[in-house]
Antibody, heavy 120, light 111 residues
Framework: QITLKESGPTLVKPTQTLTLTCTFS??????????VGWIRQPPGKALEWLAL???????RYSPFLKSRLTITKDTSKNQVVLTMTNMDPVDTATYYC????????????WGQGTTVTVSS | QSVLTQPPSVSGAPGQRVTISCTGS?????????VHWYQQLPGTAPKLLIY???KRPSGVPDRFSGSKSGTSVSLAITGLQAEDEADYYC???????????FGTGTKVTVL
């Protein structure tokens, strides 16, 4: 059974850097074709795709946020880390990580999400 | 930022059939990139409903089906049930953006 869980701060100040960790089980990120992605959802708004990292360390980013995002993986720890620099109140959202293995960029299993508020 | 357009809301009575459209362009759906659909029940994480335009993951009822035509795709829900009341999102890849995009989302209301 594949499970993922997001963790990180619930509150960050404007201009700070956000670091979120996705800890997963039930699969290996060294398996060919597997990826882990991040998606966010501001309160009451639509989903927004952020980044995706594949088993071979191929990394893809949203063009709108590319300059602020970094995604990395630690295969031995079964973790994927997303960092977002220069946080702003508009970045307040629930952040989800997900497993991608069934379809091109599709997230077939999602974590429960973690809510991040950006406020001074 | 979304380049995939969905109707804000659709509604139907129990047992009816409803469809949700997702309209894109030649750089995403029209280019042949697969579209996936997600269901998000209130207060929960999204769940994959349809992948690769029309495939259902294990456990998804066959009341849900996907189709594609040109630069648009559709999600159909037949035999609408109260538990289908949720937000639905389409997703695809866009070559001009070199990244994935989600649709604007559609709220389904069961009357």
């Amino acid at each position: 059974q594949i499970t993922l869980k997001e963790s990180g701060p619930t509150l960050v100040k404007p201009t700070q850097t956000l670091t979120l960790t996705c800890t997963f089980s039930g699969f290996s990120l060294s398996t060919s074709g597997v990826g882990v992605g991040w998606i966010r959802q501001p309160p009451g708004k639509a989903l927004e795709w952020l980044a995706l990292i594949y088993w071979d360390d191929d990394k893809r980013y949203s063009p709108f946020l590319k300059s602020r995002l970094t995604i990395t993986k630690d295969t031995s720890k079964n973790q994927v880390v997303l960092t977002m620099t220069n946080m702003d109140p508009v970045d307040t959202a629930t952040y989800y990580c997900g497993h991608s293995g069934l379809a091109f960029y599709g997230m077939d299993v999602w974590g429960q999400g973690t809510t991040v508020t950006v406020s001074s | 930022q979304s380049v995939l357009t969905q109707p804000p809301s659709v509604s139907g009575a129990p047992g009816q059939r409803v469809t949700i459209s997702c309209t894109g362009s030649r750089s995403n759906i029209g280019a042949g990139y697969d579209v996936h659909w997600y269901q998000q029940l209130p207060g929960t994480a999204p769940k994959l409903l349809i992948y690769g335009n029309r495939k259902r993951p294990s456990g998804v009822p066959d009341r849900f089906s996907g189709s594609k035509s040109g630069t648009s795709v559709s999600l159909a829900i037949t035999g609408l049930q109260a538990e289908d009341e949720a937000d639905y999102y389409c997703q695809s890849y866009d070559s001009s953006l070199s990244g994935s995009v989600f649709g604007t989302g559609t709220k389904v209301t069961v009357l």
